[in-house]
């Protein structure tokens, strides 16, 4: 089983669809959760970074950890063609150890 | 602020030869940089973690004759690739950590090296 596990899509979602990106992950010591998106040849930028369980918003993101189902969401409202990109989930441990991205997750929005 | 620049963005290369990426942090010092490649589709796999001053530390099954990285200075580390060879070819992408001690979970990205030997 890996480590970190992301369906790699290919997500088409029409321009103004709520998208709904997932990751599930195996190693209970990780405590920090982020989410990264990554447009074609382009390096990865942050867009969310959450502790623990619990919910974070950002505009039209809101990030969801369930620690106890090892289950993380990136939720995108009102998506735009820009959003097309590459997304990354990412975790790693109390000091950042074990630092791991997941697979990512290529998701379009048709205009 | 916290950008991190590469050089060069693309580079091509005869099988055999030598080629150097640089990352840069531009705004920041960076104690601490990472080279990670990502093949086709795939996710970032952390090659080594870059500590100015002293060796790298690389991760398993990362040959660090081949893959040689230079830390020389707080806001530049260059990663190596010797005797390149085709199964090579990658996206190299680098980032650093901002201040003296740095959470992995604040690393800044560069935008990445695309390295194609012929």
């Known amino acids: 089983q890996k480590e970190v596990e992301q369906d790699p899509g290919p997500l088409s979602v029409p321009e103004g669809a709520i998208v709904s990106l997932n990751c599930t992950y195996s190693?209970?010591?990780?405590?920090?959760f982020m989410w990264y998106r990554q447009y074609s040849r382009k390096g990865p930028e942050l867009l969310m970074y959450?502790?623990?369980?619990g919910n974070k918003e950002d505009g039209r993101f809101t990030a969801q950890v369930d620690k106890s189902s090892k289950y993380i969401s990136l939720f995108i409202r009102d998506s735009q063609p820009s959003d097309s990109a590459t997304y990354l989930c990412?975790?790693?441990?109390?000091?950042?150890?074990?630092?791991?991205f997941g697979p990512g997750t290529r998701l379009s929005v048709l205009p | 602020g916290a950008v991190v620049s590469q050089h060069p963005s693309r580079v091509i290369c005869k099988s055999g030869t030598s080629v150097k990426i640089e990352c840069r942090s531009l705004?920041?010092?960076?104690?601490?940089m990472f080279w990670y490649r990502q093949f086709p589709k795939q996710s970032l796999m952390l090659m080594a973690t870059?500590?100015?001053?002293?060796?790298?530390?690389?991760e398993q099954g990362v040959e660090k004759d081949k893959f040689l990285i230079n830390h020389a200075s707080l806001t530049l580390s260059t990663l190596t690739v010797t005797s390149a060879h085709p199964e090579d070819s990658s996206f190299y992408i680098c980032?650093?950590?901002?201040?003296?001690?740095?959470?992995?979970?604040?690393?800044?990205f560069g935008p990445g090296t695309r390295l194609t030997v012929l």
């Open positions: 980032s650093a950590l901002p201040g003296l001690a740095g959470s992995y979970n604040e690393q800044f």
């Open positions: 190693n209970s010591a990780f405590q920090y």
């Open positions: 959450t502790y623990s369980s």
């Open positions: 990412a975790m790693s441990g109390d000091y950042g150890q074990n630092f791991v």
């Open positions: 705004d920041f010092q960076a104690t601490t």
């Open positions: 870059s500590n100015e001053g002293s060796k790298a530390t690389y």
